[in-house]
């Protein structure tokens, strides 16, 4: 009963992974047109090290992916901060109003990621309501002063910071759940022995809770991190200027727009590379996390 | 109001002051943009009256004009095709897992969950070579973009089925099957009906995922004519568009939320709240 499933999983999922992978050690045909080689004996290299030469030498796809994990990780730094105390709060004092919380939490993942950002492209655009309101309070001015905003008015004009606030905006739902679950878990006998035991808040907060909810912190990191590595639609949406380029816009000016489709696999490549690296490492971690609080 | 002046840092307020505050940032621009799909003027940034002219009206509205109508109906063909092909075939593969004697259950397992860890982006390089490249002869276009979306929902209706059949255990079939009953029936006439609020749900899911897909979809449209809602977002929302923009994702928005609801309900009939929730979260 699983085979049409199966076949379809290994010809649409592994075998098209697969084809990456021989797009990325094939060649590329005189119209620029991929050439992918499907015998792992006949694979050529060169494209490959001419990606990992451009890393070596500094060149600009070092300059894009660093970019890319100083914007996620900025991100999931605000994203934490912002949504520890919402997920602490849904989680151990909304009481009665638990049910309607997490409802709301929720209502996000229900709209279209992309109608989410329409929402802020109409707001701050120039004369838009966000715009005045930023302009009135007084924050568009402490932005230009931090240098985080280079003119006024002009939040869509290729500004990191509003590439990384949309990021924050956009996935920190993703964060928030599972957080919301971790601290939902914790059992409020340790905390109250810890304060028992003479812990100030602060200190029982510090040393129990905080580390009981790291699975939580972890999981939501994960999966706020995977979208936003891959992501080139919310720095075209609020920014489309190269200086916020990331890697997910170089894979799709490559592959999907442009016609160096060799090099575009190659990228894919080194970015599922390191994810897994980052998965492999979030695994570990759990497990070690959870080994901890079993003992 | 007097306690919180005197103490302002008494315990759960401020969380309290955070939360209220985080969830009107990330409901209250939606519900702006929602608004401006009713303005009367061309403007998306300033008010100018209440009207449906975006939604019906003779020119330039989701209904009459042929780019958003367009976009709009070749969104709920995609949409129709993937719950029809996606809900069966990850139905019959939760089965199946779950029946699986012998080696390779566990590798297709996680073979079975990667897609839900997968940047949609390497999904959609690695589906568009595999178009252009290993399957020319179907090429970019609808089917090509069903095909996708197919790949990535199909986890989502087995994790969803799986708990279903989790939480139904084996006891069921078990007793049919000492009352005598063929494997057949058991799996038509106990399995299949007891499972039925978990296929009405992953179908909604698999709708609203659908609906709201944007990278797969982008990458595997042939021309203007397989544009999706979201792909118009993409493409028009720093153009200058009318507010007829924010009243096609407006109606795009309406269909999924109904989707989902109807499905949150039907399960809830069915299933414990705690499940029902689950589901109402998954749909990532």
């Known amino acids: 009963m699983a085979f049409p499933g199966v076949a379809w999983l290994a010809i649409f999922f592994l075998v098209a992974f697969y084809a990456v992978v021989c797009v990325a050690f094939g060649n590329e045909d005189t119209l620029s047109q991929p050439v992918p080689f499907w015998n792992p004996l006949h694979w050529n290299a060169g494209y490959v090290l001419q990606v990992l030469g451009n890393y070596w030498h500094r060149g600009p796809y070092l300059t894009v992916s660093i970019r890319t994990i100083e914007f996620v ?23 009665r109003w638990k049910g309607v919380v997490l409802l709301l939490l929720i209502v996000p993942f229900w709209i279209n990621y992309l109608m989410r950002m329409l929402a802020w492209i109409n707001l701050l655009a120039p004369n838009g309501w966000g715009t005045r309101m930023l302009h009135d309070i007084g924050i568009e001015r402490v932005f230009i002063w931090l ?40 059992d409020q006998r340790q905390i109250d022995a810890a304060r028992d035991l003479g812990a100030s808040p602060f200190s029982a907060f510090v ?29 075209d949406l609020v920014s489309a200027s190269t200086k916020t380029s990331l890697i997910g816009n170089q894979i799709d000016e490559f592959t999907r727009q442009g016609s160096e489709k060799v090099t575009g696999a190659v990228l894919t490549l080194v970015l599922s590379a390191f994810l897994l690296l980052l998965m492999f490492y979030y695994l570990r971690t759990t497990r070690q996390a959870t080994a901890v609080a079993e003992e | 109001m007097i306690n919180w002046l005197r103490n302002p840092w008494g315990k759960p307020r401020w969380l309290k002051l955070i939360t209220i505050v985080y969830i009107l940032w990330s409901i209250v621009p939606v519900a702006i943009a929602i608004l401006f799909a009713f303005n009367a003027g061309r403007s998306r940034t ?13 020119s330039g509205s989701v209904l009459h004009d042929p780019q958003y109508q367009g976009a709009l109906k070749h969104t709920l063909i995609l949409a129709v095709i993937c719950v029809a092909v996606a809900t069966p075939l990850g139905v019959a593969l939760a089965l199946g897992l779950q029946r699986w004697r012998g080696p390779g259950g566990g590798t297709v397992n996680t073979v079975m969950l990667l897609p839900l860890v997968t940047p ?3 999904m959609g390089v690695a589906l568009l070579l595999l178009f252009l490249r290993v399957f020319p002869e179907i090429g970019l276009g609808t089917p090509a973009q069903a095909i996708g979306q197919v790949t990535f929902t199909l986890s989502y209706v087995v994790v ?30 106990v399995v299949l009906p007891l499972l039925i609020p978990a296929i009405i749900a992953s179908a909604a899911v698999a709708f609203a995922l659908s609906i709201d897909d944007f990278v797969v979809t ?33 109606v795009a928005l309406l269909i999924t939320l109904a989707t989902l609801t109807l499905a949150f309900l039907v399960y809830r009939r069915f299933a414990s709240g705690r499940e029902a929730a689950a589901v109402a979260a998954l749909d990532i």
Not at chain 1, 165 to 181: E, K, M, R, S
Not at chain 2, 166 to 187: K, M, N, R, V
Request: hydrophobic share 45%; charged share 10%.
């Open chain 2, 120 to 122: 949609e982006i390497v």
């Open chain 1, 207 to 235: 040393r129990v809770t905080l580390p009981l909810s790291k699975v939580g912190i972890l999981a939501g990191c994960v999966l706020v991190a995977l979208p936003m590595f891959g992501d080139y639609y919310t720095p």
């Open chain 1, 147 to 186: 240098g985080l905003l280079s003119a006024r008015g002009g939040w869509l004009d290729g500004q990191p910071s509003a590439v990384i606030l949309a990021f924050v905006y956009g996935y920190i739902p993703f964060l928030i759940l599972p957080l919301v679950v971790a601290l939902d878990r914790i």
């Open chain 2, 160 to 189: 969803i089925v799986r708990g279903r059949l989790t939480s139904i255990g084996p006891e069921y079939e078990e007793a049919a099957a000492d009352l005598g009953a063929p494997p057949h029936d058991q799996l038509f006439r």
């Open chain 2, 46 to 58: 300033t008010w100018q009256g209440f009207s449906f002219r975006w939604f019906t009206g003779a």
């Open chain 1, 73 to 95: 990780a900025l991100s999931i730094g605000l994203c934490l901060l912002i949504g520890y105390p919402v997920a602490y709060y849904t989680a151990r004092h909304a009481g």
């Open chain 2, 218 to 250: 982008q990458y595997l449209s042939g021309n203007a004519s397989t544009t999706t809602v979201s792909m118009l977002l993409y493409a028009s929302a720093r153009g200058a568009p009318t507010p007829a923009l924010n009243a096609i994702a407006t």
